[in-house]
């Protein structure tokens, strides 16, 4: 659900060829805002930065994987099993809460490069966005121009809902509330990881 390709959707990307740059930023701006699995991995990226230029670093390095393995894997016709690659997704979700947290440090005794991590699950990300993409069953007329419009959609749709996010965290940050409950937010953005990974994991075994 997280990656849901809507009939409307499907169907009119279907009946159309050739390059159509504004249907598809629309699709990539919708298809972000509504992916809840990729919103909340960005929470937890950006949950204890504070600086502009650090937040930009990470959602850059985030962008930067996703846009990569989107592209390529549409170009090339690299299909993922969804519930597995949602799966993955959803366990990036649960890596970002324990990182927050500081699990690593305790459990084994060292802190794992959080930007090295922050590429390698845009990868699977992107994977995730291809996937789906694939679904859309998009005519090779005008394929790669169509791409790259999905992927500026996705990009806008990404810097929407980071302003949100921001906005929102700006605000809890002033408060009381956000140094005793910090911890117990995490716990939660982790559970919901865990959700997500069981959700796909049982959806691919039923399947």
């Known amino acids: 659900m997280a990656h849901a390709v809507t009939e409307g959707d499907k169907g009119y990307i279907q009946e159309i060829s050739g390059a159509n740059l504004l249907p598809f930023v629309y699709l990539g701006a919708k298809h972000m805002m509504t992916g809840y699995d990729h919103i909340l991995f960005l929470f ?20 930067l994987g996703h846009s990569t393995t989107m592209i390529l894997g549409v170009y090339f016709n690299v299909g993922i099993n969804s519930y597995l690659i949602d799966a ?32 390698v699950f845009g990868l699977f990300h992107g994977f995730g966005l291809s996937t789906k993409i694939l679904e859309y069953e998009i005519s090779p007329d005008g394929l790669v121009p169509n791409l790259l ?35 117990t937010a995490n716990v939660a953005m982790m559970s919901a990881g865990f959700i997500l990974v069981g959700m796909q994991l049982t959806g691919y075994f039923v399947s």
């Open 149 to 183: 419009a999905f992927n500026v959609g996705v990009e806008i749709g990404q810097l929407l809902a980071l302003a949100v996010i921001l906005i929102g965290m700006s605000y809890w940050r002033r408060t009381p509330s956000f140094a005793r409950n910090a911890y």
């Open 44 to 63: 937890g990226v950006i949950f204890f930065l504070y600086r502009i230029k650090h937040i930009g670093i990470y959602v850059s390095l985030f962008a």
């Open 88 to 119: 993955i997704i959803g366990l990036s979700v649960v890596y970002k809460a324990l990182d927050n947290i500081g699990a690593f440090q305790r459990w084994l005794g060292f802190q794992p490069n959080t930007k090295i991590a922050t590429l």
